[in-house]
């Protein structure tokens, strides 16, 4: 058995100790990332100064330079272990902070769960149906409610509808009947037109006939524009 098994099963011996939180552990892990880092900045500036100091003594002082390169070694060697415990660790953080996150989680689900079920417990299924089956029927209700007061309402008009067009085509036959009865036609002269008279007495003579005819002309078509003044009113 290595060492460093002994070293764990020596210290898992004692069972009163109570495990770490998970908070208590990251911050360990925090703490020695920290503290690695500082330590990787140091080993980086001592192999700068190192690999200085040996090219300073270069091909003078061999010793001095070998013995510079060696510390080198020996300081890149530690960075190195120290990369692989940093990636070790972070690693390790990653998986407590998940671990926590989905303890966390589960944590509050089940409570959700809990309040759940709590509430469920004072509700029963057959009267949450009896409920709906209640709640769709006065939907029903207040349909038909709504349907009955939006119908026209007759108070006993129902009536033929044909009858009363009939009845309305009578009545304006009726009445364009009486209005084609009131149109005053123009008179006709019942007397024959006066014979022409002679040319040869002189002009007077055909002066008065000429007048006459033109006042005939001109009554006749005061009467013709009454008529059509009463056909227009009529058609209006």
């Known amino acids: 058995m290595s060492k460093l098994g002994k070293f764990f099963k020596g ?7 109570a495990a770490p939180s998970p908070q208590e552990a990251l911050a360990r892990l925090r703490e020695t990332e920290e503290m690695l880092s500082k330590k990787q900045e140091y080993l980086e500036n001592r192999i700068q100064r190192e690999l200085a100091l040996a090219k300073k003594h270069g091909t003078q002082n061999k010793r001095a ?5 060696k510390r080198k070694k020996r300081f890149e060697k530690q960075l190195t272990q120290i990369d692989g415990t940093l990636s070790t660790i972070e690693f390790q953080r990653e998986a407590l902070e998940n ?14 769960a809990k309040a759940m079920k709590a509430v469920h417990e004072n ?19 207040a349909q038909e409610i709504s349907e009955a007061f939006s119908q026209r309402v007759g108070f006993g008009d129902d009536f033929d509808e044909d ?4 009845e309305l085509e009578e009545l304006e036959q ?63």
Do not use: C, Y
């Open 11 to 17: 210290g898992g011996s004692s069972k009163s100790r």
């Open 65 to 69: 330079a070998l013995q510079a390169l």
């Open 99 to 112: 671990s926590h996150t989905n303890t966390e989680v589960l944590r509050n689900m089940g409570f959700a």
């Open 123 to 141: 509700m029963d299924l057959n009267k949450i149906d009896d409920l709906m089956q209640e709640i769709t029927e006065q939907q029903d209700i």
């Open 163 to 166: 009858e009363l067009m009939a």
């Open 174 to 236: 009726e009445e364009l009947n009486k209005k084609m009865t009131n149109i005053r036609l123009p008179n006709v002269p019942s007397s024959s037109l006066p014979a022409q008279p002679d040319r040869m007495p002189g002009r007077m003579s055909g002066a008065s006939s000429a007048a006459h005819r033109s006042r005939a002309a001109s009554s006749r078509r005061a009467e013709e524009d009454d008529d059509i003044k009463q056909l227009a009113a009529w058609a209006t």
